[in-house]
Structure formats: structure tokens, C-alpha cells
């Protein structure tokens, strides 16, 4: 039986893709809605009120852009390495909101004055003038601590549980099981339900021949995601060592069924039934491996070894 390192890295790179996939859907989403209330306001306004419209929603973008300057991002790159450390996290985002602070002054010291002579110009009466720049005034000081305090939730939650799963996974390539055990352990501790690391904690605990732990936690990644591919796949593995071999190729079955482009799927399930003496079955999966991967050498020896023997 075969258990590859590559299973895990398909199984990051799929996840990761869907992510991607999951945010340029919602981004996708969120243009197409302001763009649509673009029209609308280009549409409802005059010329002279759109004019005054766009002034203020480009002031109102200066001002965040200059109040911002790098900060949110700069408090997403630290934090990253201090947001275990509560003190030093916190000094972070006190440092991150005083800065914003000073350029936020500075910002408003800028474009208000602009705001007000653009406004004027363009035909803006003084209420008007006054009600817009107060405006801006009110749009700014609410997304003042915005890019700093959003990055609270995401460092201590989704953020931090994917990194001790990529690392996890990066020590078990390396051969530092332990370690990878550990890992993994820590993601399930910030999600108890997380099934890729309950998985690769079922991988982790294999290589290091735990095999009746191994298959508790596959089994749970199964009960929280019953379409897990990899961890039909690995626990099939872990169920042939003990000699489980109906049960295993029933996983394996449904390995190649969720996803029929899993060749380790259909190799082990060919050997499973081959070692069962379903031999005409064991033909059909060999075959199916070949056309996944024709330079799979075990699979096409065995596919011979087989035809010879009718």
C-alpha cells in the first residue's frame, strides 16, 4: 500500500485554491454591486450634484489612503509573530492606532481645506460645503482604527490555526514527527472541528506507527467532513495494517468515487482487491491508474502480472 507525501500537498493546494476561488467569487460579487450603485447615482444625480458627490468621495479616499500609509498591513506582518504574546500584541496596536492617529491630523489638516475650496468652486453653497466636509470628517474618523483592530480576529483565529497546519504538515515532509504531531494538535485546539488537521494528524501519528490513533482521527475528519478525499484514502491505508481489509476498501472506493482523478485511491483499492482475489476488479482499477498516470510502473507490472495469469 502506498500513503505519498504528495496527498497532503494536493490536499493544501486545493483548499488554498478553493479560498481563492471563495474571495474572487465575493469580491466579484461586491464590484458588480457597486458598480450597479454607481450607475444608480450617476443616473438619480444632476451634474452639478455628481460633481460634488465625486469630489467628496475622492476626498474621503485621499484622507484614508494618507491616514493609513501602510500601517494595516504593517500590523498584519508583525502581528503574525508577536499575536501569541498578549503584551506585545497589544503594544503593537497601540503604536499602530497612535501612529494613525498623527497622520489622520495630518490628513485632515490637508484635504479639508481642499474639500472646502473644490466643494465651493463647483457650485456647493456654504451649507452644503459644510454638511460634505463634515462628512468626510465622520467617514474618516470611523475607519480611523478600522485596518488596525480587524486584524485581531483574524491573527487569533483562522489565521493562526492554518499556520500550525502548514507547518505541521512542512515538519512531516521533513521527517520531524513529533513536531508535526505537535502542530497539528495545536490547530485542533483552536478548532476541535477542523478536519484537514485532524487528518494530518492521522498522517503524523501513522508515520509514527500509532496506527489506532491514527484511525480515531481520520474518523473525525470523516464525521466533520464526510467528502474528505485524503482522509478516505489514508485511513483505507491505516485499516489494511491492521488487517481490516473490507472496511479499507470500502474507504478507498469512496476515495475514487469523491474524487476519481486520486490515483493512490485507485492504486490501493486495485492491490486491496488484487490481495482479495477479486481479480477482474483489481484489472478495471490497475487499468483506471494507467490512464490517471501511464508511467506508473508498479500499477502497469501488475497489470501484466495479472493478464498473465489468465
Not at 77 to 91: E, L, W, Y
Not at 246 to 270: C, Y
Request: hydrophobic share 45%; glycine share 8%; proline share 3%.
Amino acid at each position: 500500500m502506498q500513503q505519498q507525501n504528495w496527498g497532503s500537498r494536493v490536499a493544501w493546494f486545493s483548499r488554498w485554491t478553493l479560498r481563492l476561488v471563495e474571495f474572487g467569487a465575493v469580491q466579484g460579487v461586491v464590484q458588480f454591486l457597486l458598480a450597479v450603485v454607481g450607475l444608480l447615482i450617476v443616473h438619480s444625480l444632476s451634474k452639478p450634484e455628481y460633481a460634488l458627490f465625486a469630489i467628496t468621495n475622492s476626498m474621503l479616499s485621499a484622507f484614508s489612503f494618507m491616514a493609513d500609509l501602510g500601517i494595516g498591513i504593517g500590523v498584519r506582518s508583525i502581528g503574525g509573530r508577536v499575536c501569541a504574546d498578549r503584551h506585545r500584541f497589544g503594544q503593537l496596536v497601540n503604536t499602530a492606532l497612535v501612529l494613525r492617529k498623527r497622520f489622520a491630523l495630518g490628513s485632515f489638516s490637508i484635504f479639508l481645506p481642499l474639500a472646502a475650496w473644490m466643494l465651493s468652486h463647483n457650485g456647493a453653497t456654504l451649507f452644503q460645503t459644510i454638511l460634505l466636509c463634515l462628512s468626510i470628517a465622520m467617514g474618516g474618523a470611523f475607519s480611523l482604527g478600522s485596518s488596525v483592530w480587524a486584524v485581531s480576529p483574524g491573527l487569533h483565529g483562522e489565521y493562526r490555526r492554518i499556520q500550525k497546519l502548514d507547518l505541521g504538515n512542512a515538519l512531516l515532509e521533513l521527517g520531524r514527527v513529533p513536531e508535526a504531531i505537535a502542530q497539528c494538535e495545536a490547530a485542533l485546539r483552536l478548532k476541535p472541528d477542523y478536519a484537514d488537521a485532524h487528518s494530518n494528524l492521522g498522517n503524523a501519528l501513522l508515520r509514527a506507527g500509532r496506527t489506532a490513533e491514527a484511525i480515531a482521527h481520520y474518523e473525525q475528519a470523516l464525521h466533520y467532513r464526510p467528502e474528505h478525499a485524503d482522509a478516505h484514502n489514508n485511513l483505507g491505508v491505516a485499516l489494511a495494517q491492521t488487517g481490516r481489509w473490507a472496511e479499507a476498501i470500502g474507504h478507498w472506493e469512496s476515495a475514487a468515487q469523491i474524487r476519481p482523478d486520486f490515483v493512490d485511491a485507485h492504486f490501493n483499492l486495485a492491490a486491496a482487491l488484487e490481495q482479495s482475489g477479486r481479480t477482474a476488479e483489481a484489472m478495471r482499477q490497475y487499468e483506471e491508474v494507467l490512464q490517471l498516470d501511464p508511467e506508473y510502473r508498479e500499477a502497469r507490472e501488475r497489470l501484466q502480472r495479472l493478464r498473465a495469469r489468465q
